[in-house]
């Protein structure tokens, strides 16, 4: 059974800093994993998909990589701003019609 | 403009009656998701479709039943039989096969 692991449960870093959020799963047979942003009370806004044959997708700021072989993922946050404030949630697709198994997300401040 | 809407926003229900929840997508995507998300938890999966009148069961979905009578719309309703309904409920769509999944806001459901 696929789990995802997302450590720590939460992150407060000052504006301005480059960070990197981590994402482990336990089963490499993957078609692709999706990171996504939830803001409190909101639902989930599709940041970056990796395909399994991919090794990392870049969108603005953010850039996230996939390291299938190790069964890890990592989203980089550049020049963090108090507005990237918000969870952050991992989800791999493990193509048994498209279902997705999620991690219980980072919580990120970040502080002006 | 695109995208998924659930009504309501919110919900509130006694405990012993039935509830339903409305999701809609102009997306013309064929498969649509229903997930559940509880506090400190990951999202789980209630139910999905690949395609009209057809539907499968997710990883959490005794008390609940969906119907897809249209591609546009996959409404769920939550039972009495469901023990906690108590959560916040998402839905999702996407085009057929290992494809991004996109989130509407969400219905928060209180049953007291």
């Known amino acids: 059974k696929q789990e995802v692991t997302q450590i720590p449960a939460a992150l407060s870093v000052p504006e301005g800093e480059n960070l990197v959020l981590n994402c482990s799963f336990t089963d490499s047979a993957i078609y692709n994993l999706q990171w996504f942003r939830q803001d409190p009370g909101k639902g989930l806004t599709s940041l970056l998909l990796?395909?399994?044959?991919?090794r990392e997708q870049t969108s603005g700021r953010l850039n996230a990589s996939l390291d299938k072989s190790s069964g890890r993922s990592t989203l980089y946050i550049a020049a963090s701003q108090p507005g990237d404030s918000a969870t952050y949630l991992c989800?791999?697709?493990?193509?048994?019609?498209?279902?997705?198994?999620f991690g219980k997300g980072i919580t990120l401040s970040v502080r002006p | 403009d695109g995208g998924i809407t659930q009504s309501p926003k919110y919900l509130f229900r006694k405990e012993g009656q039935n509830v339903t929840l409305s999701c809609e997508q102009n997306?013309?995507?064929?498969?649509m998701y229903w997930y559940r998300q509880d506090p400190g938890q990951g999202l789980r999966l209630i139910y999905y479709?690949?395609?009209?009148?057809?539907?499968q069961k997710g990883d959490i979905a005794e008390g609940y039943s969906v119907s897809r009578e249209k591609k546009e719309s996959f409404p769920l309703t939550v039972t009495s039989a469901q023990k906690n309904p108590t959560a916040f409920y998402l839905c999702a769509s996407s085009r057929p096969g290992n494809y991004e999944q996109y989130f509407g806001p969400g219905t928060r459901l209180t049953v007291t």
């Open positions: 479709s690949q395609i009209v009148n057809d539907f």
């Open positions: 989800a791999v697709n493990t193509g048994a019609n498209s279902k997705l198994t």
């Open positions: 997306l013309n995507h064929d498969a």
């Open positions: 990796i395909q399994s044959s991919q």
